[in-house]
T-cell receptor
Framework: DARVTQTPRHKVTEMGQEVTMRCQPI?????VFWYRQTMMQGLELLAY????????DSGMPKDRFSAEMPDATLATLKIQPSEPRDSAVYFC?????????????FGSGTRLTVV | GQNIDQPTEMTATEGAIVQINCTYQ??????LFWYQQHAGEAPTFLSY????GLEEKGRFSSFLSRSKGYSYLLLKELQMKDSASYLC??????????FGGGTRLMVKP
């Protein structure tokens, strides 16, 4: 059963520390999304890639967030320095465009708490 | 950009039918998606509509009217396990997905 793998599942860190979240998309998928979910804002798109190229990161605070795909099997989202308002669940999702009728598959998420 | 509206909460009875509406205003449209999300879990894909009309998948159906900027998700023969949040999402150019705030459905015995 193909799945999107995210690590770590949970992360508690102190304000000011660097946080790196990792995502392994489903093998063969060419599109990867990073979303952040909070009770107040719901699911917000942070960045997305197609064929490893960044297509849109306008939803991401550029001064502290960065997203990369060093290879087709790994996407990373980094926060430096982290702040308490970054506390949220961060989801990665992957899919195969243009076969979008099959939807995008989400990973289990990384629950980040910044204290 | 996108503006996507759906009710915040709904309650229904086990065995009944419930319809969850979604309206959207868009500058680009590449299809409408519905996802289900149980508390503490990841969203899971339910349906995709790109043409007007009804798509049926077992107990779940999804409808789209592009001219009205309107979609609904219809759940039949409700079961307790259907208690979850249901997320409407619109695909923009490049198939970038923008999500609505979600509708939390509570199914009561």
């Amino acid at each position: 059963d193909a799945r999107v793998t995210q690590t770590p599942r949970h992360k508690v860190t102190e304000m000011g520390q660097e946080v790196t979240m990792r995502c392994q998309p489903i093998l063969g998928h060419n599109t990867v999304f990073w979303y952040r979910q909070t009770m107040m804002q719901g699911l917000e798109l942070l960045a997305y890639f197609r064929n490893r190229a960044p297509l849109d990161d306008s939803g991401m605070p550029k001064d502290r967030f960065s997203a990369e795909m060093p290879d087709a099997t790994l996407a990373t989202l980094k926060i430096q320095p982290s702040e308490p308002r970054d506390s949220a669940v961060y989801f990665c999702a992957s899919g195969l465009d243009p076969q979008v009728n099959y939807g995008y598959t989400f990973g289990s998420g990384t629950r980040l708490t910044v204290v | 950009g996108q503006n996507i509206d759906q009710p915040t909460e709904m309650t229904a009875t086990e065995g009944a039918i419930v319809q969850i509406n979604c309206t959207y205003q868009t500058s680009g449209f590449n299809g409408l998606f519905w996802y289900q999300q149980h508390a503490g879990e990841a969203p899971t894909f339910l349906s995709y509509n790109v043409l007007d009309g009804l798509e049926e998948k077992g107990r779940f159906s999804s409808f789209l009217s592009r001219s009205k900027g309107y979609s609904y998700l219809l759940l039949k023969e409700l079961q307790m396990k259907d208690s979850a949040s249901y997320l409407c999402a619109v695909g923009e150019a490049g198939n970038m997905l923008t999500f609505g705030g979600g509708t939390r459905l509570m199914v009561k015995p």
